[in-house]
């Protein structure tokens, strides 16, 4: 194998929204970072038969249905 092309493989911090956490191995930030999750399957639509509702953090979601406000109908 050659040196010095793999990316650096470490112990990082998975923080889920309800404020449980575990701990995995990543290339994600540095040994010891906590990644925080703003959607999990614990709150997700996909796996929680659609009762949350996404929070729309960018302004994507109000710009689509602004721009295609009128469409089909």
Excluded: C, N, Q
Aim: glycine share 12%; hydrophobic share 30%.
């Amino acid at each position: 194998m050659k040196k010095d092309i793999h990316p650096d493989y470490h112990m990082i911090t998975v923080k889920m929204v309800d404020g449980s956490t575990y701990e995995t191995r990543s290339t994600w930030g540095k040994e010891g970072d906590v990644l925080s999750l703003d959607i999990d399957s614990k709150t997700h639509p996909a796996w929680t038969g659609g009762d949350a509702k996404l929070m729309d953090r960018g302004g994507r979601v109000s710009r689509f249905k602004d721009k295609f406000a009128g469409f089909g109908v």
